[in-house]
């Protein structure tokens, strides 16, 4: 089941989940924050392990900690999700835009997160992985068809990446570290 991707983070170690379903292509980004915003435009040198239950790592940018809760995304998990949002100050969504149907299934579970009141405060950057190949979807597509224009109630931005590369994920960062409060 491989709709959208998405990571929450926190300043302080509050319970903040990253739930995955395409597991690989975000164990990729969790794998290049965890060692440091100075390694996030090397290539993955090693195959990184999707995530079955959960995983809890931490980087500092900026002199932000941040605490990343990577939750399982398979459906028998998903319902506990919520019970992650706690203190959720950012999320961190990654899409594979190379996969219009999966963008827009992706959108659906994303917007039911964010109504969640737990999420109320967090602020939005989704990843548009993917972004190298021929036939990826865009920036704007990706804006379109995960509806972003109806999040008005908090900072979102979309950034263009490529998790092997590490394309565009110092630049989410970047933004995610002036939006979070």
């Known amino acids: 089941n491989e709709r959208g991707s998405a990571n929450a983070f926190s300043r302080q170690p509050a319970a903040s989940p990253k739930p995955e379903t395409h597991t690989a292509m975000l164990a990729a980004i969790l794998y290049k924050l965890r060692n440091g915003p100075k390694k996030l435009d090397a290539p ?34 998903r319902p506990l999700w919520r019970h992650y949002y706690t203190g959720t100050q950012g999320l961190v969504y990654v899409v594979d835009s190379n996969d219009r149907d999966r963008v827009r299934k992706a959108a659906e579970e994303l917007h039911a997160m964010v109504m969640n009141f737990e999420m109320r405060f967090a602020c939005l950057l989704v990843f548009a992985n993917k972004i190298d190949l021929p036939h990826s979807l865009s920036v704007e597509e990706v804006t379109s068809e995960m509806r972003l224009a109806e999040i008005s109630d908090r900072a979102w931005h979309v950034q263009a990446s490529c998790a092997t590369t590490g394309d565009g994920l110092l630049q989410g960062l970047q933004w995610l570290a002036a939006n979070v409060k």
């Open 44 to 77: 993955v040198a090693q195959k990184v392990i999707p995530t079955l239950n959960f995983n809890v790592e931490s980087c500092t940018y900026k002199k932000i900690r941040f605490s990343i809760w990577d939750v399982g995304g398979q459906d028998g998990i």
